[in-house]
């Protein structure tokens, strides 16, 4: 699959039209793999997925994302210096003040495949809410990161970081503003973001 048709296609693996635009949004989800299944909330809630097979074509997926919004020689804002290290050969400019910036470049602990959300806490975030980073947010995150649920999310957190659970732990789940979306729990009220998932098959 052409670098194209995952800009616009939401993955390489497909779901049928029928299947999914059939279901109403009260019915239980359906019985399908989790990566398919956050690709289709996703999507649902205004996200845009990039799937890729490697580096390289992460690379060029955020090129194309930088030439779609005319963002060559904005500043990004970044908050974790292992991903700024790891994008450095990309020709961006980083800042650490996020009112320098209107896009924030950041990772995620987990995706969450019943809601389509992004999980992230005081490692992404440090103190900040959602409402003080830009509202144009690229996400790069990995096939490895898939969760079925919040709390599947949460019980990955409380293992993986037994020395000390991090703070600020909230979901990313609006990416288009609604006026449903106000007071969605776990989201601080101000949530809407355009968001690009960048994910990398590490599986």
């Known amino acids: 699959m052409g670098l194209f048709d995952k800009l616009f296609g ?8 029928e299947t999914v635009e059939t279901r109403g949004v009260h019915m239980p989800d359906l019985n399908i793999p989790v ?10 809630n205004g996200g845009k997925f990039l799937y890729c097979d490697s580096f390289n074509e ?13 963002w060559e020689g904005y500043p990004f804002f970044i908050m974790n210096e292992q991903l700024e290290a790891k994008f450095s050969r990309e020709g961006i400019k980083f800042t650490v003040d996020s009112r320098q ?3 924030f470049l950041t990772t995620c602990e987990h995706l969450v495949a019943q809601n389509g959300s992004i999980l992230v806490c005081s490692n ?14 690229i996400v790069f995150a990995t096939t490895s990161q ?10 990955r957190i409380k293992k993986k970081y037994k020395k000390g659970i991090p703070a600020n732990i909230t979901t990313i789940k609006h990416f288009q503003p609604t006026a449903e979306n106000s007071n969605d729990f776990l989201t601080y009220g101000s949530s809407s973001k355009h968001l690009y998932l960048l994910l990398l098959e590490d599986l």
């Open 10 to 17: 939401g993955g390489k693996k497909k779901v049928s039209k």
């Open 101 to 103: 910036s209107d896009i």
């Open 35 to 44: 990566d398919e299944k956050f690709t289709i909330h996703f999507k649902k």
């Open 58 to 70: 992460v690379s060029e997926a955020l090129k194309n994302i930088i030439a779609e919004n005319s």
């Open 124 to 137: 992404q975030l440090k103190e900040k809410k959602l409402h003080e980073v830009p509202d144009n947010v």
């Open 146 to 155: 898939l969760v079925e649920t919040i709390g599947e999310g949460l019980k």
